[in-house]
Structure formats: structure tokens, C-alpha cells
């Protein structure tokens, strides 16, 4: 399958370009496009990519991919997708799927209008074998949640990323183009929560729809989306959230803790049911290939019995790849639509308006 990659940054150049040559018996890489003329360079000579575009737009139009994978910031990906469909083009789109439910809903409509292009987020802890192992054992031995606590603690790429695989960063992007795109993300922010939204929120937004959709949307797979926000905290400019969610007869606690000064990449999901506890731990994404296990605590009044799943190697991002291409081959929908998407959007809006009314 043709494909092209739009947006050749940290994640493309991590996970997406190396994956995708790695299953060159699925995907060939035929267009690139960014907005940074050496960048372009850069990638079109290490995987040998023959068309190079400085333009999403025109690699969409004159380009002769199937499918295009939109990594580029997080305001560019409603345009891009919408031109794709138009276009008749599959597309994998990195999440946030945008920064408005607004902007998704639209797109949710356009899609219906074209019925044979199959559009897939890029939610990859969803695909992480531990994570599916979790949600095999709760299905095959269902037992009633007590209470759950989920977690993003994280120090951010660049400690990894100096250590792992190195990274081209471009010199020669437009200010012009710089300006513009802060100021889209601007517009986007104020589509999503409003125009009133103080830097703090709008800071505690986009740790959310950044980091905090990963671990949301895992959560609403077991469990669906929450009854209600009971409650949001924030600190530190907006960069420590702490959310207080009700479910069907229990609480869930999130935390999320952007720290570049500790270096730790604590992301879990802890599984409360009175007599058993599931942890499904998560490993930074900078570093690929790292095992992965599930833990299960059985409990009786006399006695615990731990029991370890794993531990895999299988890359989640390298799974879900696959899963995009096998639903393109099998003209089947994946899990992470845009519908799906839309929820964890529609949660973060809330989100901001409850620390709008004071955190309730």
C-alpha cells in the first residue's frame, strides 16, 4: 500500500518511519511532507521516499498514496483529514484527533459521506498486548469494580530521546509559518473551551488532550465513559490535574504530573475488585521494544496469590499499524474511530468547565 506521511517530527521520526519500513511487506512509503524544506530532504534520502512535499495539501492532491498518516500538531489534523477523504485516501491520524469535539463532529459527518475510506487513531496503548490481556481476564471472570486509579507521572521526551535514537530538528521553518500555527492552535483552544479559558486551563487542556487521551481513552475501553466529573484539581500552571470521575458504582482517580525535573514515567491503570487487582503499567514510548507484563493480585481471606502475564515485546505502535492495514484490506472498521475519539474530547471539555465553576 502507497502511503504518505504527513508531519516528519519526534513521533515520526521515533515510531511511525521506523515501523513502517519494518512491515515493508504492508506499507511503502511514496510521500513526505513538512513544512521545513531540510527536513523533507532529510527523510526522503534515509527511506529513499521519491515525492517530497512542503505542502499537506498539495502531497494530498498530486500525490499517488491510498492512505496518508497525519502526524503533524494537533490543529492541522481536521484540515488534513477532511482533504483526505475528499481525496478518497484511508488515514491513520495521530491523537488527539483534534482540539475540538466541534471540529470532530464535523469530520464524523463528512466521513459518512465516504464510506469506503477507513480513518483510525492512533491510540496505541489500546493495542499493548498487557493492556488487552487486562481487559480478556475481566470479560472471561467479570467481578465488580470497587474503585480505580489510573496515572500519567511522566518526565517528557528529551531525556530519552538524547540517550535512544537521534532526532533531525530543522532550523529553516518560516517565522511566518510559526506565527500561524500558534495562532490556529489559539483559534482551536477557544472552539474548544472559550474564548474566557485563562492560560491555565488552556494549559491543563492540552495536557490532556496531549497526554492524558492516552490513559482516558484505555479506561473508557473497560469501562465506558464516566457518569460524572465529581471533581478537578490543578497546580503548578496548569501542568498537575488530579480528577475525581464517577462510574457505575464506584470512583476513579486520575492523575496526571508533567515533571521534567524528575526523571519517571509512571503510567498505570489500578484495577480495585475486592477480591482481585489488576495493574497494567506502561513503559515511556521513547524507547521502543520494552517488556511489557500485566500483574493480577487474587486474594481469600487467608491467603494472595500474585500472578505475572508476560513479559511481551511486541511494539504496541508496530500493532496498531498492522490493525490499520488489516481493517483497509478487510473494509472493516477499527476500534479507534473518530467517534471513539470524540468522547475523550467531549470529556476534556467538561473537564475545563468544571475548574471553570471551581473545580466542581
Request: a negative charge; proline letters at 5%; glycine letters at 6%.
Amino acid at each position: 500500500m502507497k502511503i504518505g506521511v504527513i508531519g516528519l517530527g519526534e513521533v515520526a521520526q521515533l515510531m511511525h518511519l521506523p515501523i513502517l519500513q519494518d512491515l515493508g511487506d504492508k506499507f511503502q512509503i511514496t510521500a513526505v511532507s513538512d513544512v521545513s524544506p531540510s527536513l523533507v530532504g532529510f527523510i526522503k534520502d534515509k527511506y529513499h521516499v521519491p515525492q517530497g512535499y512542503l505542502s499537506a495539501p498539495e502531497l494530498i492532491e498530486k500525490s499517488d498514496t491510498e492512505a496518508v498518516f497525519v502526524l503533524s500538531p494537533d490543529q492541522y489534523h481536521g484540515e488534513y483529514i477532511e482533504l483526505a477523504l475528499k481525496a478518497g485516501k484511508h488515514v491513520f491520524v495521530e491523537k488527539p484527533v483534534a482540539l475540538a469535539s466541534k471540529e470532530v463532529e464535523r469530520l464524523i459527518t463528512l466521513a459518512k459521506e465516504h464510506p469506503k475510506s477507513i480513518v483510525m487513531v492512533g491510540y496505541m496503548r489500546r493495542f499493548a498486548d498487557h493492556f488487552l490481556k487486562a481487559k480478556e481476564l475481566m470479560e472471561l471472570e467479570p467481578k465488580k469494580t470497587e474503585y480505580l486509579r489510573f496515572r500519567d507521572i511522566i518526565c517528557e521526551g528529551p531525556f530519552y530521546i538524547g540517550q535512544t535514537r537521534p532526532i533531525f530538528y530543522p532550523k529553516d521553518v518560516p517565522q511566518d509559518v510559526i506565527d500561524e500555527s500558534r495562532a490556529r492552535r489559539r483559534q482551536h483552544l477557544d472552539m474548544a473551551i472559550g474564548a474566557d479559558a485563562t492560560d491555565e486551563q488552556r494549559t491543563t487542556y492540552q495536557m490532556m488532550t496531549g497526554l492524558g487521551c492516552h490513559s482516558i481513552s484505555a479506561v473508557r475501553e473497560l469501562f465506558g465513559v464516566p457518569k460524572a466529573i465529581k471533581s478537578v484539581a490543578t497546580a503548578c500552571g496548569g501542568t498537575h490535574v488530579v480528577v475525581v470521575m464517577e462510574y457505575d458504582g464506584f470512583l476513579g482517580v486520575y492523575e496526571l504530573l508533567n515533571d521534567q525535573d524528575i526523571v519517571e514515567f509512571d503510567a498505570a491503570i489500578e484495577i480495585y475488585q475486592h477480591t482481585r487487582k489488576l495493574k497494567v503499567k506502561y513503559e515511556t514510548p521513547y524507547v521502543r521494544y520494552q517488556p511489557m507484563s500485566l500483574e493480577v493480585i487474587d486474594s481469600t481471606k487467608t491467603d494472595t496469590k500474585t500472578t505475572v502475564f508476560g513479559p511481551s515485546w511486541r511494539d504496541p505502535f508496530q500493532t496498531e499499524l498492522s490493525e490499520f492495514y488489516a481493517c483497509i484490506a478487510e473494509n472493516r472498521q477499527p476500534k479507534t474511530t473518530l467517534a471513539d475519539a470524540l468522547e475523550d474530547l467531549k470529556l476534556f471539555e467538561e473537564i475545563i468547565a468544571a475548574v471553570k465553576r471551581g473545580g466542581k
